[in-house]
């Protein structure tokens, strides 16, 4: 089945916690350089903490509050229905 992943994959990675983490990370890492700029500019780790600071404040605000406000949450989630096996290889003739 790990074949038909493809964008399924994609936007598993995406979402929800996993998501969350993931540009967390991603935002964290593009930020060193500029990080690294502000500890220089002011000889102190006191503004890049400030900085950091900032952006969990920001992003937590972003992933946790506005997210889920404009999020369809209020809709019914309907299971997704389980390929047998052996009809799995009927579409591949």
Request: proline share 5%; aromatic share 8%.
């Amino acid at each position: 089945m790990l074949h038909h992943v493809g964008i399924l994959g994609g936007a598993v990675l995406v979402t929800g916690a996993t998501g969350n983490v993931l540009f967390a990370v991603v935002g964290l890492v593009f930020s060193i350089p500029m990080l690294r700029r502000l500890h220089r500019r002011f000889d102190s780790w006191k503004a890049p903490a400030l900085a950091l600071g900032v952006f969990a404040l920001m992003f937590s605000l972003s992933a946790f509050v506005i997210g889920p406000a404009i999020s369809n949450g209020d809709q019914e989630r309907v299971p997704v229905r389980t390929v047998d096996p052996d009809d799995h290889e009927g579409h591949h003739g």
